[in-house]
Nanobody
Framework: QVQVVESGGGLVQAGGSLRLSCTTS????????MGWFRQAPGKEREGVSC????????YYSNSVKGRFTISRDNAKNTLYLQMNSLKPEDTAMYYC????????????????????WGQGTQVTVSS
C-alpha cells in the first residue's frame, strides 16, 4: 500500500521561511517524478514545483521561482520544499505527489500526471 505523508506546514509571518517534507512508502521512490502542489480556498490547484527522479532537473511555477527550492533524498525516500520569502498569497494546503511523467524543466507540473497523493499540510502566511 502506497503512503505519501507531508509535514512541516504551519503559520509564519510574511518574509519568513518554512521547509516542507514528504515521505513515501510502498513505492520505489527513485522511480518517480515528485511534485508539490497547492490549493487555496476558491482557487484551482497549482503545480508549484516538480523534480525528476534523479533530482537533476526541476520545474518551478513563476509564482514561486527564486523563492522556493525543491529537493529529494532518494536514500531516505523523502522530498523537500524549502520556502523562503513567504508571502500571504502562498497561503494554501500543500500536497506532495508521486507520478510517472516528467514534462521537463519548462513543461510544468500537471496533477493529471501524478497518481499518488498525500493528505496535505497547511501553510498560512500572515501579513
Amino acid at each position: 500500500q502506497v503512503q505519501v505523508v507531508e509535514s512541516g506546514g504551519g503559520l509564519v509571518q510574511a518574509g519568513g521561511s518554512l521547509r516542507l517534507s514528504c515521505t513515501t512508502s510502498g513505492l520505489i521512490f527513485d522511480d518517480y517524478t515528485m511534485g508539490w502542489f497547492r490549493q487555496a480556498p476558491g482557487k484551482e490547484r497549482e503545480g508549484v514545483s516538480c523534480i525528476r527522479w534523479s533530482g537533476g532537473s526541476t520545474y518551478y511555477s513563476n509564482s514561486v521561482k527564486g523563492r522556493f527550492t525543491i529537493s529529494r533524498d532518494n536514500a531516505k525516500n523523502t522530498l523537500y520544499l524549502q520556502m523562503n520569502s513567504l508571502k500571504p498569497e502562498d497561503t494554501a494546503m500543500y500536497y506532495c505527489a508521486a507520478g510517472s511523467i516528467w514534462r521537463g524543466r519548462y513543461g510544468g507540473c500537471s496533477g493529471d500526471d501524478f497518481g499518488y497523493w498525500g493528505q496535505g499540510t497547511q501553510v498560512t502566511v500572515s501579513s
